[in-house]
C-alpha cells in the first residue's frame, strides 16, 4: 500500500517538475516512528523504527533514479 501511495505522491510532481522548476523530492518521513504502534500515522517511513528497510524505500530509490534523467 505504501509503495502504491508513494508512486501516486511522486508521479504528478514528476509531471510539472520542468513547468513548475521542481528540483528535488523528499518524503515526510525517512523511518517510522513506531512500527509496532497499530495507527497509520506512525508508519510513515521508509525504514522501520530500527532501520531496517521496507519495500517502499526500494522502490522510492527506483522511481527518484528513474525520474531524475532530464526531461
Same mark, same amino acid.
Given at each position: 500500500?505504501?509503495?502504491?501511495?508513494? !508512486?501516486? &505522491?511522486? =508521479?504528478?510532481v514528476?509531471?510539472?517538475?520542468?513547468?513548475?522548476?521542481?528540483?528535488?523530492y =523528499?518524503?515526510?518521513?525517512?523511518? #517510522?516512528? #513506531?512500527? &509496532? &504502534? @497499530? *495507527?497509520? !500515522?506512525?508508519h +510513515? *517511513?521508509?525504514?522501520?523504527?530500527? +532501520?531496517? =528497510?521496507?519495500p517502499a524505500? *526500494?522502490? +522510492?530509490?527506483?522511481?527518484?533514479a528513474?525520474?531524475?534523467? @532530464?526531461h
Amino acid at each position: 500500500m505504501q509503495v502504491t501511495a508513494l !508512486e501516486a &505522491a511522486v =508521479r504528478p510532481v514528476d509531471a510539472v517538475r520542468s513547468r513548475d522548476h521542481i528540483t528535488g523530492y =523528499r518524503w515526510f518521513d525517512l523511518r #517510522d516512528a #513506531d512500527s &509496532a &504502534a @497499530p *495507527g497509520f !500515522e506512525s508508519h +510513515y *517511513g521508509l525504514l522501520r523504527d530500527d +532501520y531496517s =528497510r521496507k519495500p517502499a524505500f *526500494g522502490a +522510492y530509490r527506483a522511481l527518484i533514479a528513474r525520474l531524475s534523467v @532530464p526531461h
